[in-house]
Nanobody, 124 residues
């Protein structure tokens, strides 16, 4: 059984940083491209950042470019999202997702597995 477990969310002041982690089990992690998505109340889900199975291809949404960094450690079956210079508009539930494909630019549909999410709240 596949599990994706996110951690690292919390409450932070504007300008602060958080590091999200997503630990995968039950799948061959290195054969999946991975992504971080977020959804705020009343808003549609948004692709934040995605990374290919090798880590060689990366996508960032316009709203997070220059502030967020995605990475993965295939030896640890873990995906990361370093979030710096956080803004109140970054407040959302953050989800990681796994896609059985070498690479995808954060499509909103088609991912094979999703985590339960971790809440990020940025206060002004």
């Amino acid at each position: 059984q596949v599990h994706l477990v996110e951690s690292g969310g919390g409450l932070v002041q504007a300008g602060g940083s958080l590091r999200l982690s997503c630990t995968a089990s039950g799948l061959r992690f290195h054969t999946y491209s991975m992504g971080w998505f977020r959804q705020a109340p009343g808003k549609e889900r948004e692709g934040v950042s995605c990374i290919s199975w090798s880590g060689g291809s990366i996508y960032y949404g316009d709203s997070v470019k220059g502030r967020f960094t995605i990475s993965r450690d295939n030896a640890k079956n873990t995906l990361y999202l370093q979030m710096n210079s956080l803004k109140p508009e970054d407040t959302a539930m953050y989800y990681c997702a796994a896609l059985r494909a070498p690479w995808a630019r954060c499509p909103l549909r088609g991912y094979n597995y999703w985590g339960q999410g971790t809440q990020v709240t940025v206060s002004s």
